[in-house]
């Protein structure tokens, strides 16, 4: 079924109470900060958000699909496990925080603390794509998933992403298109060309992301990214050891 809600001064507990009554493909109109949308909920409901969502966007969503036609405030897809939400705006601080599973694509920039905590556990890998910028402590104490940042429309490629970025990150790979300077990558991390692997991963993203926001990224070389990792499995197991 395909119901269509005006969420003009709709109270957020009242709006979610209402849509996990029925499954279904619902149209959101007029959303302005109403939060915990799609919290929690499986792959029978498909959602198209006309606003800007409120924090927690797909939080702990197991499934579902969101497309969001504006901006995200805090923590898009907090702890998800599975499914997509698609951002045709930008998108505020901790956007995938602890990501399990699943995937998210932000058209625009997003904010402080971008897949902070991500994880994931065998064939469950999580998949973050920015295709503008990020703040600073991009990754922070990442143990796993895969997080690509693309710096369109940037006119200075070491802004895709500011200071401190990776840190404590233990697992997972980011990748940024642009040669990031030394100073802004956290202790214990290594900066480094993408291998042939690395390509086999980054080229279906690319693919999904023309195909999200139809933007060609037919112009983008593989021998622009660079990987950050850690050094070893371990990359921290020293710092507090007393020689």
Do not use: W
Request: net charge neutral.
């Amino acid at each position: 079924m395909k119901y269509t809600i005006d969420a003009t001064h709709v109270p957020y507990t009242r709006l979610n109470r209402q849509i996990r009554l029925t499954p279904g493909t619902y149209r959101l109109d007029n959303i302005n900060g109403q939060r915990y949308l799609g919290c929690g909920l499986g792959a029978d409901y498909h959602f198209q958000i006309n606003g800007t969502p409120g924090n927690d966007l797909g939080a702990f969503m197991d499934g579902a699909e969101i497309t969001v036609n504006g901006n995200c405030q805090d923590a898009t897809g907090n702890t998800m496990n599975g499914g997509s939400i698609i951002v045709h705006g930008n998108a505020s601080d901790t956007a995938g925080y602890a990501m399990r599973n699943g995937e998210i694509f932000i058209r625009g920039d997003a904010g402080y603390r971008v897949a902070i905590h991500m994880k994931q556990y065998g064939d469950e890998v999580p998949v973050l794509v920015v295709g503008g910028k990020t703040g600073s402590f991009l990754g922070e104490y990442m143990a796993g998933g895969i997080v690509l940042v693309l710096g369109l429309g940037l006119e200075n490629p070491d802004d895709i992403t500011g200071s401190y970025c990776a840190t404590g990150m233990h697992g997972g790979t980011i990748y940024l298109r642009g040669d990031v300077p030394d100073y802004k990558i956290a202790y214990a991390m290594v900066k480094e060309k993408i291998t042939v692997d690395d390509e086999a991963k980054i080229r279906p993203l690319l693919k999904k992301f023309t195909q999200n926001f139809g933007i060609s990224t037919d112009g983008i070389s593989m021998s622009q990214f660079v990987r950050i990792r850690p050094k070893t499995t371990r990359p921290y197991g020293k710092m507090y050891v007393g020689n």
